[in-house]
């Protein structure tokens, strides 16, 4: 993890902790049931790999936390910035809000990001965990767990992501978030 930010969730500007400390990341999401790991990336994969390639360099990891978790489907999912093309910003920008409500899913939501960046909001107890992940983070939030994902302006990342059945990663969005009013991705790491 770059950087946790714990904030109240009834008071956006107040920072209750914000450390780029791995091991107190570490607690404080386990505090909360969320797992996490830190990978070595592969070094030697090529930016323009494909969905085979980046699985076959995580293989053992990713066989290791398909068994543990019951995972059986595991995917890519890419975001590569190309913000002189209309269509993409248009694209990105869906892809951006549409996760920027708070929701939860029916089963963990496991992500491990190859490249790039992306912060997951968990609004657990009371409060607010803003984690931003980066290359080499694996997230597991357990189900059911309230959040939210921002993907950044310009979103520019690969995540692999496993799934324990063909609809795990579908949304149950709440009637009213508070998602709006905490500061985005881009906001967090321009405090850094």
């Known amino acids: 993890m770059t950087l946790l930010q714990i904030m109240p969730d009834d008071a956006p500007g107040t920072v209750l902790l914000r450390t780029e400390d791995a091991g107190a990341v570490r607690r404080e999401l386990a505090g909360i049931g969320v797992r996490v790991e830190h990978w070595e990336t592969a ?12 699985k076959d360099a995580y293989r053992h990891d990713i066989d290791r936390i398909s068994a543990e978790g019951g995972y059986t489907l595991v995917d890519v999912v890419r975001m590569i910035p190309n913000p002189g ?25 496991v992500r491990f990001f190859v490249d ?9 107890d009371g409060k607010v965990y803003a984690t931003v ?7 597991s939030v357990p189900k ?9 302006r310009t979103p ?3 995540a692999i992501r496993f799934f324990q059945q063909e609809d795990g990663w579908i949304g149950e969005f709440l009637p009213e978030s508070i998602a709006s009013r ?8 321009a405090r850094v």
């Not at 030697?44 to 494909?50: N, R, Y």
């Open 116 to 124: 790039g960046t992306g912060c997951f909001y968990l609004h657990v």
């Open 85 to 109: 093309d209309p269509e993409w910003v248009k694209l990105a920008a869906q892809a951006r809000s549409k996760f920027l409500e708070e929701h939860f899913h029916k089963e963990d939501e």
């Open 43 to 54: 070094a030697s994969l090529p930016a323009s790999a494909d969905e085979s390639t980046i």
């Open 144 to 152: 059911r767990t309230v959040h939210w994902f921002d993907m950044g």
């Open 182 to 189: 905490f500061p985005r991705l881009d906001d967090l790491l």
């Open 156 to 158: 520019s990342f690969t």
């Open 133 to 139: 992940c980066t290359a080499g983070d694996l997230l």
